[in-house]
């Protein structure tokens, strides 16, 4: 086995073909005499150039961009009044963490301190399943219904005949949909351009729903603080580290966490209870507005700290596969409806980006037993040892857990179907009040 960096000395061993057999020469191809054609019976060859065909999956339709790391949740506050969720039952307990850092719209070999929103998406990996918190260092969406996702990410992207990119399409995609100005004010503001990505705010942006153990629902915002200092790169070094170090971010994180100066987090809720939801001035089941803290003020969590990188890029940040629809027992969506949306549209493109089965891949699967109906598919390695694969059975299948069904907290809808705009649209107080300057300073 090696182990470490490929930039170690290591002690050379025998190199072999995929399927482990030995291989008799890595730098000369077998032929038929010392000028005759290549022999098809070179297996290494062949595999080699099959498989090299192969060694890119697509990349991300958006956040292409990234690097990860890994680490710990630690609660260091009690909120099980608010949240069952057992990842919250007690101060001091910890739960590992992957998580991903991204820029969202420009593609995987785009400079990261390019002006896009940064993602930071956390996998927690729970004795109830997987929890993926996600988060954009903007405290708003640019948008608040999903119908227009696609075309505004087209707006964003390249020009499909010139393949370039240019900002009218922006410019005029911003301009038509007024409800964008608060997060867009929120792009251009210094947040974009931290000075690393261990001083990144990031938001969850949507709302979600957090239910006690009497089975009582608060609504809920997620908020993840940097404990290091928030700084912001001037326009001038942003553009600067472009050329000098297009991966600059991704490099300070990982010689940070190599040197053992392990960033970390603080995790915070705000929460709402449905009749300030009744009674309040804007929507709070709407991705373009955020609520004040001097009204929701920011409830400490937890901790999370980063102390491990990636010892596989490919297999653990390329490969792992973030999805709001993860959410563990006593954390609930709310009815925001580009939440609702993303609960479908992840794993949907991780079937396509990575594969059916990409939750069996180490990197996504959780820590607990995985005990349901699914079989089978493009690369699967596991059957859940023989257990029935139909439902139900009389040979001791898996059964639903009344535990969950009783944090389902369930909600009265009616209505007629169709497709409703926005009744008192109020783009810009919010916009106008947001505070957005921040410490711009040197490196
Ligand atoms: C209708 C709205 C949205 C849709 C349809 C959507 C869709 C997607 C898709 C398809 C991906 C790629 C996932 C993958 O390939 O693994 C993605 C990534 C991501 N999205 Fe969204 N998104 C939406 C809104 C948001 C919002 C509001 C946030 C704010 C938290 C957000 C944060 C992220 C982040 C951080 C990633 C990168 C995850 C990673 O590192 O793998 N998105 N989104």
């Not at 993303?342 to 959780?366: C, H, S, V, W």
Request: aromatic letters at 12%; charged letters at 20%; hydrophobic letters at 35%.
């Amino acid at each position: 086995m090696y182990n470490g960096s490929i930039l170690e000395k290591h002690e050379p061993q025998v190199a072999t073909t995929g399927s482990g057999i030995p291989v008799r020469d890595k730098t000369a191809t077998l032929t038929a005499g010392y000028r005759g054609p290549v022999l098809i019976e070179d297996g290494d060859l062949l595999e080699d150039l099959s498989h090299f065909n192969r060694e890119r999956i697509p990349e991300r339709v958006v956040h292409a961009k990234g690097f990860g790391a890994k680490g710990f949740f630690e609660v260091t506050n009690d909120i099980t009044k608010y949240s069952a969720a057992k990842v919250f039952s007690s101060v001091g307990k910890k739960t590992p963490v992957a998580v991903r850092f991204s820029n969202a719209f420009r593609e995987r070999g785009s400079a990261d301190t390019d002006i896009d929103p940064r993602g930071f998406a956390i996998k927690l990996y729970t004795e109830e399943g997987i929890w993926d918190l996600i988060g954009l260092n903007l405290r708003v969406f640019v948008l608040n219904d999903p119908k227009i996702l696609t075309s505004f990410v087209h707006a964003v992207k390249r020009d499909p005949v010139t393949d370039l990119v240019n900002s009218t399409t922006l410019w005029d995609m911003v301009t038509l949909r007024p409800e964008s100005t608060h997060g867009i004010l929120w792009l251009f503001s210094p947040a974009t351009l931290p000075c690393t990505m261990r001083g990144l705010n990031a938001f969850a942006v949507n709302t979600f729903k957090l239910v006690n153990a009497y089975g009582k629902y608060v609504y809920c915002k997620f908020n993840i603080i940097a404990n290091q200092k928030v700084k912001s790169l001037t326009l001038e070094q942003a553009q600067m580290l472009k050329s000098s170090d297009p991966d600059y971010y991704q490099r300070d994180m990982f010689d940070s966490i190599a040197k053992g100066n392990f960033p970390s987090w603080t995790l915070k809720i705000q929460v709402m209870t449905q009749l300030e939801a009744d009674l309040s001035p804007f929507d709070p089941l709407d991705a373009t507005k955020l609520w004040p803290e001097d009204k929701y003020p920011m409830i400490e969590v937890g901790r999370i700290v980063l102390n491990e990188n990636p010892a596989n890029h490919f297999a653990e940040v390329e490969q792992i596969g973030f999805s709001p629809a993860n959410l563990v027992p006593g954390i609930l969506p709310s009815l925001d409806r580009v939440l609702q949306s993303r609960l479908f549209a992840y794993m949907d493109t991780q079937r396509y980006r990575i594969g059916n089965n990409f939750q069996q891949l180490p990197i996504n699967r959780p820590i607990n037993p995985v005990r349901n109906y699914q079989r089978d598919g493009h690369m699967t390695f596991v059957n859940q040892g023989g257990a029935p694969n139909y439902y139900p059975n009389s040979f001791g299948g898996p059964e639903p857990s009344s535990q969950a069904k009783n944090l389902s907290a369930p909600y009265y809808v009616s209505g007629y179907a169709y497709e409703y705009h926005e009744r008192n649209p109020d783009y810009f107080s919010q916009a106008r009040e947001t505070d957005l300057t921040m410490k711009v300073e040197n490196l």
